[in-house]
């Protein structure tokens, strides 16, 4: 009799290996796109669809077709994603930890200080050539152009993304037209009226942008931990299709007679001949 957990891991493995294909689909598309934002999720989309494909295949034709191998690479191939995935997990919610913004006395937004971050977020931003391609992103997104008809009451009552705050205006503590030089920040200093320029080299810049990336980390995170229980309840129904194949092969309704030869106990003949002199004589 076919078991039900075979059928459960066949019908997952069936709907995640039709999931894949919008998958691999989007990484494809975002590859020939011309957009720069759109070329960072394109290796993570890709490697993820080939391995969702992957898996979902070995797991469909093992548990459908009974093949014993082919569901022990999905097993240890599940594993592995399991393990990876935690272990991502939990180095998200570290790194993401520190961070979060600063209200401003008589504003609505906030400000964000690069300090306050992890070293590793920090270090990925300060690395020339990433926060090239990240301004460039932002650059190409327009998102400090909806700021451009702001007036000085919608800068008092309105509110900003980090993005916005960090990169689109100079820090709220500057003060400029002063005939003295005061000890301000530096950001201060590297902002420009000019359209491309603008604080898109400010480390409060730096700091919007990683506050959108912890944000979005954390709710990450969470969906992580969700797939987490999932790929384990699977892992588990997985199991038990394995041990369900492996007794199909053997022809063993549970599992294979290992048992050759019983040694029989010492007064197993004694009986045996006392039982067939009895039924002679009588």
Same mark, same amino acid.
């Given at each position: 009799m076919y078991r039900f957990s075979n059928t459960v891991i066949g019908f997952l493995n069936l709907f995640t290996l039709l999931a894949s294909i919008p998958i691999i689909g989007s990484g494809l598309w975002m590859a020939r796109s011309n957009t720069t934002c759109e070329s960072f999720m394109?290796?993570?989309?890709?490697?993820?669809?080939f391995i969702v494909l992957?898996?979902?295949?070995a797991g469909f034709i093992g548990s459908c077709f009974k093949v014993a191998w082919a569901l022990w690479v999905y097993l240890l191939v599940? %594993?592995? %994603?399991?393990?990876t995935l935690l272990a991502f997990t939990i180095f998200g919610f570290i790194?993401?930890?520190?961070?979060?913004?600063v209200q401003v006395p008589g504003r609505v937004y906030k400000e964000y200080r690069l300090q306050d971050y992890s070293p590793w977020l920090r270090k990925r931003v300060q690395d020339p050539h990433y926060w090239m391609t990240i301004s460039t992103c932002i650059l190409g997104?327009?998102?400090?152009?909806k700021l451009a008809s702001w007036g000085a009451l919608d800068y008092l009552e309105r509110d900003m993304t980090p993005v916005q705050s960090g990169c689109c205006k100079p820090?709220?503590?500057c003060i400029y037209g002063e005939t003295t030089m005061l000890a301000?920040?530096?950001d201060c200093y590297r902002w420009s009226n000019m359209a491309n320029l603008l604080c898109y080299e400010c480390d409060s810049c730096k700091a919007g942008v990683l506050e959108d990336v912890r944000i979005d980390w954390h709710k990450l995170s969470v969906l992580n931990v969700v797939i987490v229980v999932f790929l384990i309840c699977i892992y588990s129904i997985g199991c038990c299709a394995y041990r369900n194949t492996k007794r199909s092969e053997t022809g063993f309704a549970y599992g294979e007679n290992r048992m050759k030869k019983v040694k029989p106990r010492w007064d197993f003949f004694l009986r045996r001949w006392w039982r067939d002199r009895k039924d002679f004589l009588y």
């Open positions: 394109q290796t993570p989309l890709l490697a993820i669809g992957v898996v979902s295949l599940m %594993l592995l %994603l399991t393990v790194i993401t930890s520190q961070g979060g913004g997104t327009k998102t400090c152009a820090p709220t503590s301000q920040d530096p």
